[in-house]
């Protein structure tokens, strides 16, 4: 959810300066697919067009999708991401390297 997130905000800070809060909503939103949060998406949209939508800016779509997913915990992310990290293809260096920028932020010390 972080990377998806961090995209979108460098696309807009990019190409949508000048674009309305609606139109990056709207934007964002196209790129909400597949399974679960495509359900969500439909129902973000139908408070939308009822009217009843709480978001109003993009930055709160944002923290609405993290609440919604589960990765609003970023100690959380961070260790799912630690133990999910093989070194593959990469030198020992390059893998100490992934491995620090990783664990940065996932509580683990030493």
Do not use: H, P
């Not at 949508?16 to 990056?24: D, H, I, L, S, W």
């Not at 790129?31 to 709160?60: C, D, F, H, P, T």
């Amino acid at each position: 959810m972080v990377e998806f997130i961090n995209a979108c905000r460098l696309y807009i800070s990019m190409r949508m300066k000048r674009t309305g809060e609606e139109e990056k909503i709207l934007w964002v939103l196209t790129y909400v697919q597949g399974g679960v949060a495509e359900v969500w998406k439909e129902n973000v949209l139908e408070e939308r067009r009822q009217g009843i939508s709480v978001v109003e800016m993009v930055e709160e779509l944002f923290t609405k999708m993290r609440e919604e997913f589960g990765e609003f915990d970023e100690e959380s992310r961070k260790v799912n991401k630690l133990r999910m990290l093989e070194q593959g293809g990469w030198t020992c260096n390059e893998y100490v390297q992934i491995f620090k920028k990783t664990s940065r932020g996932s509580g683990y010390e030493g």
